[in-house]
């Protein structure tokens, strides 16, 4: 089945200690994010990349980086975690076509994975 | 004022009855309309999604947009214990970003436990 796969599930770091979250997909998607979701809470969009074209959201740290080295892969990096960033990190992607405004074709479903819960000791 | 809002629950149901999940927002671009369903520490997985008004049916649940109203639903028949979980509303619509398409703003989930 087609997919999208994050690894590791549960992530334990020291605060301070860089921390690198991956994500793989099978669905072909054009568009790849990472979400930022705690406890009772929406997911909170921290960046997407749409084809090799990264979108920073304006309130994420910079503490927070991403890398997507191919079409299939995703990659979060917390350079330096505080206990403020223990949450569930979710991967989504979504297969894009750009339309005009009001067009139908702008529409984004998003397929997420498993995610990854990251815990701050 | 929150652009989706969505009561937190939690709602406790017996199991068989007849489930309303509800969402209401405020943007009235909104034209996609999704509905995932997210167990306890697992990322959500999408149920169904609906394109302006209208209902939409897939086996025992029923998704329902009132765009006049700005209120979405989301009914369960015939609940099972395994339909405990966080649902979560999710809607796109409106302004293009700079790569011509648009961002998904969700609510924060109702949690629910059908009881057996």
């Known amino acids: 089945d087609a997919m999208v796969i994050q690894n590791p599930r549960y992530q334990v770091t020291q605060f301070g200690k860089p921390v690198t979250l991956s994500c793989s997909q099978t669905?072909?998607?054009?568009?790849m994010y990472w979400y930022q979701q705690k406890s009772s809470q929406a997911p909170k969009l921290l960046f997407h990349?749409?084809?090799?074209?990264?979108?920073n959201e304006a309130d994420t740290p910079d503490n927070f980086q991403s890398r997507r080295p191919n079409t299939s892969f995703c990659f979060l990096d917390i350079r330096s975690p505080g206990l403020g960033d223990a949450a569930m990190y979710l991967c989504?992607?979504?297969?894009?076509?750009?339309?005009?405004?009001?067009?139908?074709?702008?529409?984004?479903?998003?397929?997420f994975g498993a995610g990854t819960r990251l815990s701050v000791l | 004022q929150k652009e989706v809002e969505q009561d937190p629950g939690p709602l406790s149901v017996p199991e068989g009855a007849i489930v309303s999940l509800n969402c209401t927002y405020s943007?009235?671009?909104?034209?996609?309309f999704m509905w995932y369903r997210q167990y306890s520490r697992k990322g959500p997985e999408l149920l169904m999604y609906?394109?302006?008004?209208g209902n939409k049916e897939d086996g025992r649940f029923t998704a329902q947009v009132d765009k006049s109203s700005k209120y979405i639903s989301l009914f369960i028949r015939d609940s099972q214990p395994s339909d405990s979980a966080t649902y979560l509303c999710?809607?796109?619509?409106?302004?293009?970003?700079?790569?011509?398409?648009?961002?998904?703003?969700f609510g924060t989930g109702t949690k629910l436990q059908v009881i057996p």
């Open positions: 989504a992607t979504s297969s894009v076509i750009p339309g005009l405004a009001g067009s139908r074709a702008a529409k984004n479903i998003q397929y």
């Open positions: 990349y749409y084809d090799k074209d990264f979108n």
């Open positions: 609906t394109y302006s008004s």
């Open positions: 669905l072909n998607h054009n568009v």
């Open positions: 943007n009235s671009a909104f034209q996609y």
């Open positions: 999710a809607m796109s619509g409106g302004p293009l970003n700079s790569g011509g398409y648009q961002k998904v703003t």
